[in-house]
Nanobody
Framework: QLQLVESGGGLVEPGGSLRLSCVAS????????IGWFRQAPGKEREGVSC????????SYAESVKGRFTASKDNDNNTVYLEMNNLEIEDTAVYFC?????????????????WGQGTQVTVSS
């Protein structure tokens, strides 16, 4: 059974950067496409980024395009989300999710394994 654990969240000022990590156990991550999602208080969970199972293809929500970068280290069963030029609107709990196929997209319902989330707060 695949398990995912996120880390790297925290408090950062607007314009700052954070790198989130998602470590997988219980399965070989190479076979799984990964999505990054976030949920702000009172809002629905939304897709932020996704990366293909080999790691060569990515997609981003318009709101983070050019600021966030997803990457996948299959050798270490870890996925990263590099977040730069953070904005107050990026404040949310961030989740990684996995699905056992080549591509997952940004839809919440496409993924069946989820981490517990990590809090990102952007504030001055």
């Amino acid at each position: 059974q695949l398990q995912l654990v996120e880390s790297g969240g925290g408090l950062v000022e607007p314009g700052g950067s954070l790198r989130l990590s998602c470590v997988a156990s219980g399965a070989v991550l190479y076979h799984y496409a990964i999505g990054w999602f976030r949920q702000a208080p009172g809002k629905e969970r939304e897709g932020v980024s996704c990366i293909s199972s080999p790691g060569g293809s990515t997609s981003y929500a318009e709101s983070v395009k050019g600021r966030f970068t997803a990457s996948k280290d299959n050798d270490n069963n870890t996925v990263y989300l590099e977040m730069n030029n953070l904005e107050i609107e990026d404040t949310a709990v961030y989740f990684c999710a996995a699905v056992n196929r080549g591509w997952g997209g940004l839809g919440v319902d496409q993924y069946n394994y989820w981490g517990q989330g990590t809090q990102v707060t952007v504030s001055s």
